[in-house]
């Protein structure tokens, strides 16, 4: 798929694909433990907002949580992909919140049942614009920060994902096809927590030796 098609993944992409506990620290901070293969779920296309929609929290939620992702947009399709081959399939790279019904969840896990309406409500995905794979040679080695009113709340590196991205995509890839536009996001670092009406979100992913970022994107939290 051509870059100019990819830069409009929000609107061509079938599915959102998201990895859980993919950070140490981060499965640590939740008391979750450590996983052994990564720990899949997914988003639906309508989870998708850009800048200037503000994040609502699904009715009834009384903590929602912010976590900064690198999102990996795919280029074409495959199934079955090799970890060799993985980066062949990866077009571009986004920055994403998986916004969180951190009440809802807490209350699912304890009943064993699936995270849905935690994680694939309305507008929890807010999501930057496309940034070509070109323009970012090492994306194991990419800081991401976030901050809810000014104050840094997590700032973690990629080089500390437990899966890397060839992992994930080979991994995913054996059990649901990926299609052009798809997004992945790779895990969240240590440092999630609540926002509430009003607050403003910023993020931004810049290369470690940088201090200019390549993405960023700021968002505001609607009365809950």
Known sequence: ???SNLSRFVETG???VCVGRNYAAHASELGNPLPSEPLIFLKPTTAFI?????IQAPPGCKNLHHEVELGVVISQPGNNISESSAMDHVGGYALA???TARDFQDAIKKKGAPWTLAKMFDTSCPVSG???KEKIPDPQNLQL???VNGEMRQDGNTKDMIFTIPTLLSYISKYITLQEGDLILTGTPAGVGPVSSGDIITCGLRENSSTTDKLNISFTVADM
């Open 1 to 3: 798929m051509a870059t």
């Open 14 to 16: 079938r599915k959102i």
């Open 50 to 54: 850009t800048e200037g929609t503000p």
């Open 97 to 99: 919140l998986d916004m």
């Open 130 to 132: 496309f940034l070509a």
């Open 145 to 147: 920060w976030l901050k």
